[in-house]
């Protein structure tokens, strides 16, 4: 990437409850990224996330309720489509996505060499086990589904070509929404890539739901049941 982004690369921040973490995560990403536009998307916080974000200099997109990830992700997306953005960064607010690896993330889109990057963490010792089991049985059926190497399916640290932001527009709205874009991208024969990055479980809490959450991403994975069953074709 070169030493100053142009407008052409957006960076999408779903936010809820992030008031804690969001001014920092905002202010590493435009050091990482000068000159690319930052997308905070508060999703119906009520603890002056968009406050923070504002003052650090994003772009605030606002839900005047909660509506969920997948729902904040929609909107970020396409307010980045809209401005002509030919690459869009997602990256959590909370602190476990490094934006000082978004050059390295970005540089496969950016050359044309992948339509999708994908943050790929390690299953070390910094991810908690319940998470390292879901991770590995997940990329396990991505990899089944899209039949090539998918190191981590659930990474919502990624890098989108323009390309595949226009092609996959999934209907749902929490955590599933991540799920139902890399697999129905990985359907399509679209170029997924994985680029190494850091494993990081600190900072503030997730929101995500481990039971809830994670039986909603079962039921994406459901849709592809014969996929699973015989293998891609």
Known sequence: ??????????????????????????????????????YVVDDGSTDGTR????QM?????????????????????AAALERGSRVIIT???DGQHAPEEIPRL??????????????CRARTGAMPWGRRCTNWLSAALASRIGGVGVPDAQTGFRALSRRVAQAVRPEEQGYDFETAFLLAALVRGLRVRCVP???VYEGRPSHFRP??????????FMRYGRAIIFGAR
């Open 1 to 38: 990437m070169p030493e100053r982004a142009d407008r052409a690369v957006a960076v999408v921040i779903p936010a809820y409850q992030a008031a804690a973490a969001i001014a920092e995560v905002v202010a590493r990403t435009s050091r990482a990224v000068p000159g690319a536009t930052v």
């Open 51 to 54: 406050d923070a974000g504002r």
């Open 57 to 77: 200099g994003a772009t605030l997109l606002v839900h005047p309720r909660n509506r969920g990830k997948g729902a904040a992700l929609t909107t970020g997306i």
């Open 91 to 93: 990256l959590d607010a």
């Open 106 to 119: 970005a540089a496969p889109v950016l050359s044309d060499e992948a339509d999708l990057a994908l943050g």
């Open 197 to 199: 990055v850091s494993t």
């Open 211 to 220: 039971w809830a959450d994670t039986w909603r991403q079962a039921r994406v």
